[in-house]
């Protein structure tokens, strides 16, 4: 159930509550798509750094270790030992990301394995099957994922299809989630808008995709080679037309101003690798832009990554200390890197919500953009 809570413009405050506790929104899915957050963070360090959600994606743990195995297990939660909602992505995305190892029927896709090239076909009752044995928090529906500047007569057809997915989707859910072993008979199904970048066939989608009432709607297909202009104008053609009285998610969005941008929109629930990717890689958010530990300027800097930050990193480590372990490749200055960056979005997320609470946002987005812009280093 979903309470909208206060709204500033567009913008809004919800509560989110599911069989696995309540989900303050907006609320940025802290992305361990194995089960596990890259960057060896534990599940002790997601909670001490307060996440509130945790993403895992279907197809990953359907080719290892085996969505079967995980319901051997007792199901995603009790298997990586973590109790608060986890939201599952389709394995839709796979088959637009795989796009040279993958054929699309009507049946749903065939594609190879990316570990060991063994043949896999993934439909609707497959996604949701394999999401049912993973007992997330949150299912979402298998669709496809067409480039964002694909050509219209191919966008119409995909999203045609994927509505027509979603209602196998709808179907094997209700069947699932009566069976007597199934785990979490509660599990929610999220649709998902698609459309690339034409607002017309995005407007029609949504408004079709109204109509099953559905716990939460998603938008997805952005953030895949479309501008920042492009994405931020099909959310506002988009968002409006979606149920108000559901949350609202946009997949795999996005970086600190594209999140700002989007809460302003209406948008409710956002995952992104980029925290986690950025820290493996040396880079690290502050409120001043992006730093590059890896510069020499801070080998002898005896500073935290952040004055005034609160996550466990800057509590005790040194920006030249991190740096000397990533040079020396060792793997404690990539989980202080990554847990420092998702304590960040985290803590970006609780001032938003502050902010809305508040009724000062728009204030909030101005100030934070305006300390951020321009200064991140290569």
């Known amino acids: 159930m979903y309470e909208l809570l206060k709204i500033e413009g567009r913008a809004r405050r919800g509560r989110f509550t599911t ?42 743990l359907h080719v290892r270790p085996g969505d079967k195995i995980i319901k051997q297990m007792g199901g995603l939660h009790k298997f990586m030992s973590w109790n608060k909602p986890i939201l599952t992505d389709s394995g839709g995305f796979q088959v637009f990301s795989l796009a040279g190892i993958r054929k699309i029927k009507e049946e749903g896709v065939t594609f190879r394995s990316h570990i060991d090239g063994h043949k896999i076909f993934m439909g609707p009752e497959e996604s949701m099957q394999i999401q049912s044995n993973l007992a997330s928090t949150i299912a979402m529906a298998f669709d496809e994922c067409p480039p964002a500047l694909a050509e ?11 509505t027509r997915w979603l209602e196998r989707c709808i179907k094997e859910m209700k069947r699932l989630n009566s069976l007597d072993d199934t785990i979490n008979k509660e599990q929610m199904l999220f649709g998902i808008n698609q459309g690339a970048i ?34 931020y104008r099909i959310l506002d ?112 997320m609780t001032e938003i919500r502050d902010s809305l609470d508040k009724g000062c946002f728009h204030d909030y987005k101005k100030a934070k953009l305006a300390a951020m812009e321009g200064q991140d280093e290569n």
Do not use: W
């Open 19 to 60: 069989p696995h506790g309540v989900v303050e929104t907006p609320v940025f899915m802290n992305v361990g798509t194995v089960a596990a957050i890259k960057g060896a963070v534990s599940t002790e360090d997601l909670e001490r750094i307060g996440t509130q959600v945790e993403l895992s994606n279907t197809y990953h």
């Open 152 to 162: 219209r007569k191919y966008v119409e057809a995909s999203v045609a299809r994927t």
């Open 198 to 231: 034409y607002e017309d066939i995005r407007i029609e989608h949504a408004k079709r995709l109204a109509e099953y009432d559905l716990p939460g709607y998603a938008i997805g297909g952005l953030a895949v080679g479309e501008t920042h202009e492009e994405m």
């Open 237 to 348: 053609a988009v968002v409006p037309v979606l149920p108000q009285n559901k949350p609202i998610y946009l997949m795999g969005v996005g970086t600190p101003a594209n999140i700002l941008e989007a809460v302003e929109r209406g948008v409710d629930f956002f995952d992104c690798v980029y925290p986690t990717r950025n820290g493996r890689h040396a880079h690290v958010y502050t409120n001043h832009g992006k730093i590059n530990l890896m510069n020499a300027k801070y080998e002898t800097d005896s500073s935290p990554i952040e004055e005034g930050c609160g996550c466990p990193t800057c509590q005790r480590y040194s920006r030249g200390y991190i740096r000397h372990l990533l040079k020396a490749k060792e793997m404690l200055g990539m989980r202080l890197c990554v847990l420092h960056n998702l304590y960040f979005y985290n803590n970006m």
